[in-house]
């Protein structure tokens, strides 16, 4: 049964998509709510005009601690960290905290996948979106959201029991969640977000969420090969499936060998299809395919539906994406990548010469294997953003005759990709993959990367 919000008094951090998704919702069940976001309401017309027609209480330019008077309810959106003073008071109080996340979990009617990670998650879940398409049958419905896509938070109107959900989570979204999905994926646990959750032991304890509240019944699918992921498996309370390269020593779960991969079940192996099926670059690619498999395998997908998912599927916009070839150059868009270890994979996709585009916002992340990396595999590096004198530091200077050969810094992307431009020749690939945020320069990671392609296709 839904709750029954007639009149529950709502208080909404944060203005962006998920705070929208959120007040559409409640505004329609009866609640009363209040949109509180820190820009300034000239800032915020657009929001303003989305929700036009909504019984809405927009208080802007600041969280006042006063707000939460009045209020039986606070709801976080995902970029809205927990040390603000406003949220702080809230606990200290004890007031009720959640999110769209939350909310949903607790009215969605059918079986819910979830999947978080620090890197790969929304390569696998747009996957494992396209695999649950092809099996479901009409008028059953796939639908994909979360952390990716749109919110489905008011969408839950139109979805059936028979219904399956593919929901991309974050560390943001987990860390307020006491409801886990029927299968729950964590593909990694890597260093990320440590600006925002302080130490590893908090990050992870935010990502092991999606486990804890699963039952029994329930399926956890966790990748075996990285010791985050894999050491949460005494957490898991029903089946465990997991994936990797090498062949699992026991248990189920998806593995390659000799150019095939392959699912090893309880009493026997069966052959997936040949890795010649996957367009995706790159070993972190292959594991998000395998990790999509034993996904799909544990939430019932037929073989398939497996390959059908897989099958022409050319990656997910800003991950590895072709821009353009110009003057016998390739230009590859990973804005996606905004900590260094994505930085890492996106690398070890490429053997050709390398010029690398690296900056944006520190997130308080190591720099130094991205750095022993790029004196092995990097010809130039081009610097830019608010990280580009500490990145420039952990490269270190540069020596004749080793990698990186130069060394630019920038302002900003757009002097970057003409610095990139300049030094580039003929087999190169020109890989954007800045390894910080956007948020020095751009709203996200999507604006960067639309902005990239375009000064990028501008070239001449």
């Avoid at 600006?195 to 509240?213: P, Q, S, V």
């Avoid at 499936?241 to 026997?268: C, I, R």
């Avoid at 997130?363 to 294997?369: A, E, F, H, N, R």
Wanted: a negative charge; one cysteine or more.
């Amino acid at each position: 049964m839904m709750r029954n919000w007639k009149d529950t008094r709502v208080l909404i951090l944060g203005a962006a998509r998920q705070g929208q998704a959120l007040a559409r919702f409640l505004c329609q069940k009866g609640a009363q709510v209040t949109l509180n976001d820190q820009n300034p309401a000239e800032k915020l017309i657009s929001a303003q005009e989305a929700l036009a027609g909504y019984p809405i209480h927009w208080v802007t330019g600041g969280h006042p601690v006063e707000l939460l008077e009045n209020h039986d309810l606070l709801c976080l959106s995902g970029g809205v960290p927990e040390t603000l003073p406003i949220v702080q008071e809230a606990l200290r109080r004890g007031m009720l905290i959640t999110n769209d996340s939350q909310i949903f979990m607790e009215n969605v009617p059918c079986k819910v996948i979830g999947i978080t990670g620090s890197a790969g998650k929304t390569t696998t879940t747009t996957l494992v979106g396209r695999m649950a398409s092809r099996a479901v049958v009409a008028p059953q419905k796939a639908w994909v959201g979360g952390n990716i896509g749109v919110p489905l938070i008011d969408r839950l109107d139109e979805i059936q029991p028979s219904d399956i959900v593919v929901l991309e989570l974050s560390s943001f979204q987990l860390q307020w969640m006491t409801r886990s999905p029927q299968v729950a994926a964590v593909l990694n646990i890597t260093p990320n977000h440590l600006d925002r959750h302080g130490t590893m032991e908090a990050y992870t304890a935010a990502k092991a969420r999606i486990l804890e509240f699963q039952s029994a019944a329930d399926i956890a699918v966790l990748g075996r090969e990285d010791p985050g992921a894999w050491g949460l498996r005494n957490k898991v309370r029903g089946e465990l499936l997991s994936f990797g390269l090498a062949h699992p020593a026991e248990g189920k779960g998806t593995f390659y060998d000799n150019g095939w991969l392959w699912y090893q079940g309880e009493m026997v192996e069966e052959a997936l299809f040949e890795r010649g099926k996957i367009a995706l670059r790159g070993t972190h690619n292959l594991l998000n395919v395998l990790a999509a498999c034993a996904i799909g395998i544990a939430a019932g997908f037929p073989p398939e539906a497996l390959l059908d998912g897989v099958q022409g599927f050319g990656g997910v916009p800003h991950r590895l994406e072709l821009v353009r070839e110009w003057h016998g150059v390739r230009w590859y868009n990973d804005s996606i990548a905004t900590a260094p270890e994505r930085t890492i994979a996106a690398i070890r996709s490429f053997d050709e010469p390398l010029v690398l585009m690296l900056g944006g916002r520190d997130k308080k992340l190591p720099w130094d294997s991205l750095a022993a990396l790029i004196h092995e595999r990097v010809d130039h590096v081009v610097v830019f953003g608010e990280a580009a004198e500490k990145i420039a530091h952990a490269i270190g200077n540069v020596q004749p005759g080793r990698r990186p050969y130069t060394l630019k810094i920038c302002r900003n992307v757009q002097e970057a990709v003409q610095a990139a431009a300049s030094v580039a020749e003929e087999g190169d690939v020109v890989l954007f993959s800045p390894g910080g945020t956007s948020y020095d320069e751009f709203r996200d990671f999507e604006e960067r990367g639309e902005r990239f392609r375009k000064w990028v296709q501008e070239l001449s």
